[in-house]
C-alpha cells in the first residue's frame, strides 16, 4: 500500500517554546545584576586606578631619587677617599706608603685595590710591589682578596687589560666598569683623572646593592657604555650583561634631561614604568622600573572579590527568581501545550487551575474555550480545519486528479419508516444512535486510507482521495479509496452477524458505494461566514451517480472506466453493461469490484471470486438485466446501447 502523506497536525508548523518566562526572568535579572554591578565596579576600578597609577609613579620616581643620590654619594665617597690617600701619598712620599696604605684600606674595607698608571709619555718605574707592572703605585688590600678567595694577580692582569680606559682616564674623564666577570666576585672598578694621570681604585659595591636594594621597585646602575654595574638579579651583574640596545635604556641617553619617568614596555612585551636619573659621576645612572601589572595587582584582587560578590548575588537572585517563576511558568507551560495540541487538531484537552490568580482565571476560560472547540470539531472536517488554520489550504480552488467516493444505505427510507412505526417519539433518537454506529466505521476506513470526509448527506458519505493530502500518485489514491471500500464491506459484515432482517432497533446495514477518478475543482467553496473544502466538478457528479446504479445492477462497490484504468490490473473485476450518461457522446464502462488481488497478483483464494459469489455472500439478488430500468431514480441512464 502507498503511503498516504498526510499530516496529523502533531508536528507540522508547531513549534515548542523557545525560551520560558523563568528563563527570560533569569536574564533579565542577570543583566540587571551583572550591568549595575559591573557599572559600579568599573567606575570604583577606573578611580581607584588613576590614584593608584600617580601613586606609583610618584612613589617609583621618589625610590629612583634615593637610590640614585645613596650610589652617587657612595661612589663619590670612594673617589674622594682614593684622592685623599694619593694626596697624603704624593705629599709624604714614600717612607709613609706602607703604613698609610695599610691605615686607608682598614677604614675602607670594600676597597680592593688602588694604582696610579704613568702617563703614556713617561718612563716607567718600578711599583712597590711589583717591578713587571706599568704603574707608578699599585697597593691592594690583602685582606680583601683573602676573604673573597681572589687571587691579587687578576688586579694585576684587570690593569694590563683596561690600558684604554686608563687612556681616557688620564684624558680626563671618569669611567665605571663592571669587574665582576673579570675577578669572578662582585668587584667594581673607578677610573679617574689624577696629577694628568689616570688612577684606579677596585672596590665591592655591595654598599650599593643595599642601598639599591630589591623589593617592588627595582633599582639597578649602568654605566655610560650601557654595561649592568649593580642590579638585583647578581647572575646579570656575573655575566657582564649590557643593556645598551633596550629601547628604554638608548631613550634614557638620548634623553636630554637628568631625569625622568616614562611608561614603556620591554622587548618581552611587559609594561613597565621606569624613572631614571644620571649621575654627576662616570656618566652614570640608576634606573628604577616596577612591572604595571603589579602597580595594579590590589585593584585586581578586588576587582576578582567584587565578581566573587557579584556572582554570590546574582546565584542567589537566580534561585529566588528561579523558584518564584516557577508559579508562574508551571500553569503557562500547560496553556502553552494545550495550545500546541488545539493547534495540532486535538481539541480536548483536561486542564485544572491550581492558583486563584490570573493565570487561574486564563485556565478556567482556556479550559471552556477546549471543550467549545471540542464540539466544534465533531461539526467540520477536523483534519481540513487544522490545516486551514496553519495556512496549508488557501482560499480559491486548485486543480487535482482525485477519486472520488459516495456510497449510500439501501433501503433507508423504510428502515426510518421501521423505526418510527415501533418507536415512535424516540425512534428519531434511535436512528441517530444507529446512523452514527454506522458512520463512525466507514469514517475510520476513510481516514485510515488517507481520505477526506466531504460531508454526510443524510445516509449518504461524500469522501474523496488525491485533494487535501495525496498518496504520491492518482494511482495510488485510487488504490486506497477502493481499499477504503473494500474496508467497509469487511466492517459491515461484522456489523451484521448478530442482526436480524426484521430486528427494529437494530437491522442491518447494506450499502452502495460509487467510484470515479478524474481532474476535479478542490477549494474552500461557501460565504464569509461558513465555508467548507469540498470538490466540484464533473468527475464528482459522475461518481454520485455511479452509486445509485449499484441497485439496479445489483453490485455494492462500482467503480468508472476511469478509475479502472488506474488500478483494474490490481483487481478482480466483473464489467457491467455500459451505461449511456446525458451530455456524454461515448456510453460509461462501469465495473463491478469483486476483490483485490493478492501479491503475487492471483485471486485470493479465501475472497469471492465472481460477482455471482460476492451476491451470494452480502445476500444480494441478481437482477434480470433485461428488465432493469435506471431511468426510474434518474433518467439520465440508459444500459447498454439501446
Known sequence: MPKVKKDNGQNSGIQAVRFSIGFKLVTIITILVLFSLGIITFLVSMMVSQDVRLTAEDNNFTVNQRSAAAAETAINGIHSNALVLLDILNTTGSDLTIKTAEFFFARNQNVAALAVLPPPSASLTPSLSSAKLTTELFLFNTGFFLSREIESSLAESF?????????????????????????????????FPWEN????????????????????????????????????????????????????????????????????????????????????????AVITVIEYNKVFEGIVATTFRNGYLTAAVLFLSILFIWFFSKRISGPLR?????????????FEVNLKSKTHDEIGLLTSSFKRMSAALGIFGRFTNREIAVRAMRGEIKPGGLPKHATIFFSDIRGFTEKSENFTKHFGEDASNKIVYWLNEYLTRMVECVEQTGGVVDKFIGDAVMAHWGTAYSAGSPEADAMNCLKASLMMRKALEEMNKNRLEDDPANPPIHIGCGINTGI????????????????????????????????????DILITEDTWKLVGSELITEEMPPVRVKGKAKPIRMFAVIDLKDAEGSVDSRGPKTLAELRKRLGIKAPNMSKVDTGKEEKKYKIGGN
Not at 177 to 185: E, Q, R, V
Not at 334 to 346: N, P, S, V
Not at 535 to 545: Q, T
Open 197 to 284: 694621570r689616570a688612577a684606579l681604585v677596585l672596590f665591592s659595591p655591595e654598599e650599593l646593592s643595599e642601598n639599591l636594594g630589591t623589593g617592588t621597585n627595582m633599582s639597578f646602575l649602568l654605566n655610560s657604555n650601557g654595561d649592568i654595574l649593580v642590579h638585583p638579579d647578581y647572575e646579570l651583574v656575573r655575566a657582564g650583561a649590557n643593556v645598551s640596545n633596550q629601547t628604554f635604556v638608548s631613550n634614557m641617553w638620548k634623553n636630554p634631561s637628568l631625569r625622568a619617568q616614562i611608561l614603556y614596555t620591554s622587548e618581552e612585551g611587559v609594561r613597565f614604568f621606569g624613572a631614571f636619573t644620571k649621575l654627576n659621576i662616570a656618566g652614570a
Open 159 to 191: 690593569i694590563k687589560d683596561k690600558q684604554e680606559e686608563a687612556g681616557r682616564a688620564a684624558a680626563g674623564a671618569a669611567i665605571l666598569l663592571n669587574a665582576t666577570p673579570h675577578f669572578g666576585a662582585s668587584v667594581m672598578a673607578l677610573f
Open 520 to 555: 476535479v475543482t478542490a477549494g474552500q467553496i461557501g460565504s464569509e461566514i461558513r465555508m467548507e473544502y469540498t470538490v466540484i466538478g464533473d468527475p464528482v457528479n459522475l461518481a454520485s451517480r455511479t452509486e445509485a446504479l449499484n441497485k439496479p445492477l445489483g453490485t
Open 334 to 346: 500547560l496553556l502553552a501545550d494545550a495550545a500546541l495540541k488545539i493547534e495540532g487538531g486535538t
